[in-house]
């Protein structure tokens, strides 16, 4: 693929999913996948980690977004994720608030871009993890959503079901890792009640066995009707253009259509719900932008990107200025002239392309696209994947390359987008697109004026997340490629 391809059709912007580094996971103790063929980290030789790593530097030297942050005489004898580690510049949130969070490196090149497609082994469904009480050590899982079709799906696990048990072991703050992630594919989940007195444990197993999945992240949509109010609602869990391998954009075109469709029944109000949405392609943001936003013309940005001080002359001698703008095209689906603002659902969840989403619409709506649910992530750069075609190095990487702004030269979202208002899922939830479900309710009364459902107060009880499965998740890339040789980087 010639680099200009690569790169131009958009950065790709993502939360580190299944990573390898602890300093970027959002989970510490989760332990990374490997493919079979690849040599285990422990038992790399010195001389094979020397020259893994050159490759690892020459690259982070010429891309990486914080190059010249890079240590003068890093140690090359390190296993190859411990160099990668070792080379970043990592945030703190007090020392480091602008440090790097997100990039990350894996074994496998070929299992992070299958991931980055959304294609994984997996169960098919996504929870989050809570402790069970104030002060207590014991966790519990709620499940969020469930794929269909999936064997969690054929097994009966539903969204807001509640686990509290793994292969019959209680999970806890120091096992829960190992049960949920580690080794052997069947697990076999103990389901527990919502009282009014606490969390009860049930008799009621789960079996399912995970296998290799591609998720459709055109999860589900609905068009309400309250008064002279048409509401087009959309759950969309992954910016990813279409199937892992596939050369067509069925993702794409399935959102195109939805918006046909909107169109054609009149809507006039719009709920994105990206609360489980960790990023992927900003091609198909920026397709998606083009659904939605008002008065598109010629060479309308969505998104600026910019890049390190000694990639970009480069970039811009060999493409031109427009190799760092991402432009919206007028579509005949667009409804933006039906729209005066638009809602946005979010949670921790919700990063990186959805953010990018809500920066980018904001200019063509005098400000007026609103966030409900709780604060999103907070990543506002974006990263390529860089593997070694040749097929000497199986390793690959995901570094930041970019950070990126709106038409208006924002980007300062680097803390997350904080709600216009603030609701918390509960554990026992309602199905997604249910009008009595508790964000969509409130999204719909801030529109309509109407509750669709009493509004209550959150849990007395706030319980203390610990994670999600959703951090797991990487979002999609379109920017496979080595080193060209008109760009060359330093060391190869």
């Known amino acids: 693929m010639h680099l200009f391809n690569a790169l131009r059709q958009t950065l790709f912007v993502a939360v580190a999913g299944t990573v390898v580094l602890s300093s970027c996971k959002r989970d510490p103790d989760v332990t990374p996948s490997t493919a079979a063929t690849t040599t285990p980290t422990t038992s790399t030789s010195t001389s094979t980690n020397q020259t893994v790593n050159d490759w690892i530097l020459g690259n982070m030297s010429y891309y990486y977004y914080w190059n010249d942050k890079i240590p003068a005489n890093p140690d090359k004898t390190l296993s190859p994720d411990q160099f990668f580690d070792s080379i970043l510049y990592k945030y703190n949130a007090t020392s480091n608030p602008n440090g790097d969070r997100f990039s990350w490196i894996q074994q496998s090149a070929d299992e992070l871009k299958a991931s980055l497609s959304g294609e994984s082994k997996t169960t098919g469904m996504e929870f989050k993890l809570y402790l069970r009480s104030s002060g207590s050590t014991d966790v519990i899982g709620s499940v969020l959503y469930v794929y269909p079709g999936s064997p969690a799906d054929k097994a009966g696990i539903k969204r807001g079901d509640v686990f509290s048990k793994v292969n019959g072991t209680g999970l806890t703050t120091t096992n829960y890792s190992t049960l949920l992630y580690g080794d052997g594919d069947t697990k076999t989940y103990t389901l527990a009640e919502v009282q009014s007195t606490g969390i009860v444990d049930t008799n009621n197993t789960k079996s399912v066995t995970a296998v290799v999945l591609q998720e459709d992240p055109v999860f589900m949509d609905s068009v309400y ?44 109000e719009l709920i994105l719900d990206f609360r489980y949405n960790p990023g992927g392609y900003v091609s198909s943001a920026t397709a998606l932008g083009g659904l939605i936003a008002k008065g598109i013309g010629t060479k309308s940005v969505f998104v600026r990107k910019e890049w390190n001080s000694t990639v970009t002359p480069a970039l811009e001698k060999q493409y031109g200025t427009d190799f760092f703008y ?3 095209t007028q579509k005949a689906n667009n409804i933006g002239d039906n729209l005066s603002q638009v809602y946005v659902l979010t949670t921790s969840g919700t990063a990186s392309a959805s953010e990018l989403v809500i920066n980018g619409l904001r200019p063509y709506f005098g400000q007026k696209v609103y966030t409900i649910g709780t604060t999103s992530y907070g990543k506002n750069v974006g990263s390529i994947t860089i593997s070694d075609n040749t097929g ?5 990487m995901q570094p930041i ?15 997350g987008f904080v709600p216009k208002v603030e609701v918390r899922e509960p554990l026992n939830m309602r199905p997604l697109g249910d009008v009595t479900e508790r964000m969509l309710s409130e999204a719909i009364f801030q529109i309509s004026g109407t509750r669709t459902a009493r509004r209550g107060a959150d849990e007395s009880t706030i319980r203390t997340v610990i994670g999600s499965s959703i951090e797991r998740k990487a979002g999609g890339s379109n920017m496979f490629f080595t080193v060209d040789k008109a760009l060359p980087a330093a060391g190869l």
């Open 225 to 268: 009707t309250f008064g002279a109010k048409k509401i087009g609602y959309v759950v969309y869990n992954q910016f990813v253009p279409g199937p892992n391998g596939s050369s067509v954009a069925t993702y794409d075109q399935k959102l195109d259509a939805i918006f046909g469709k909107f169109k054609a029944k009149g809507v006039n």
């Open 326 to 328: 991402d432009y919206l």
């Open 392 to 396: 000497k190095i199986k390793w690959g």
């Open 401 to 415: 390359v970019s950070k990126s702004f709106n038409k208006d030269n924002e980007s300062n979202y680097s803390t």
